[in-house]
């Protein structure tokens, strides 16, 4: 794992110089995938790293959690509080207050995009890249919001499955109550991302690295994948007429 450390440090550094920007920038959620991503980069670019912090009337907790990775890895950090600008958009296509505990993706799904523009505006004045947290498990299912947490320029651990993940965070000493944290986007009150899916991290890493899988969870692993191929591509082009 300590050679992957160094591989993967190496591959930020050559991709963030090669686009000619000077370090990077990371949504720090709270979880394990961004705060891997976090302390990659912090070993990349020591003096050139960024973490941000984005609530929009997500759990306290998770804010916590950030900044606890920030402190460990001497990441330094700002923290933008996305409710206001959330609450206009709700406002604007609902003419209604937030549901704290509304499952409307629609409306969830503003958040990961508005968070992207955060970091993206970030990333501009300090001529930083924005580097992405999805894992292999995540993009294959296209378990992200397009335009929202899938608009990045750099995927660092998007070889790595969950459980690889988690190796990952121990050997570059992540806290285990990040380890240990069940994973979610954060789209909604409560969220959990295998509830969500509704296939488990566990199986879903078993059947990308080898095929099997109980018929009733491929068929829900088949189905993401099919209804969230688009994800994956950019926009279709005709050809020339």
Not at 185 to 203: I, N, P, R, S
């Amino acid at each position: 794992m300590r050679d992957l450390v160094d591989k993967l440090t190496l591959w930020i550094q050559e991709e963030v110089q090669k686009a000619g920007a000077q370090g990077a920038v990371v949504g720090l959620s709270g979880g394990i995938d961004s705060s891997c991503v976090a302390a990659l980069c912090k070993r990349a670019f020591p003096d050139d790293v960024l973490g941000v912090i984005m609530p929009c009337y997500s759990n306290p907790q998770d804010a916590q959690d950030a900044k606890l990775v920030a402190e460990t890895l001497s990441v330094p950090f700002e923290e933008v509080v996305l409710n206001d600008p959330f609450d206009w958009f709700v406002h604007r296509f609902t003419g209604q207050d937030y549901d704290l505990h509304s499952c409307d993706l629609a409306i969830a799904n503003i958040k990961p995009r508005l968070r992207m523009i955060t970091l993206y505006y970030l990333a501009a004045r300090h001529n930083y890249l924005v580097i992405g947290t999805g894992n292999r498990a995540e993009l294959v299912v296209g378990h992200y919001t397009k335009y929202g947490d899938g608009g990045v320029d750099l995927l660092p651990i998007a070889n790595l499955v969950k459980w690889q993940v988690k190796e990952l965070a121990r050997e570059l000493g992540i806290p285990q109550r990040i380890i240990d944290k069940a994973p979610s986007a954060g789209l909604w009150f409560g969220h959990c991302d295998e509830q969500e899916m509704g296939v488990t991290y566990k199986d879903l890493d078993h059947y990308i690295l080898t095929g099997k899988a109980p018929e009733s969870v491929k068929k829900t692993i088949q189905t993401l994948e099919r209804k969230r191929e688009h994800k994956k591509h950019m926009p279709p082009i005709p050809p020339i007429f």
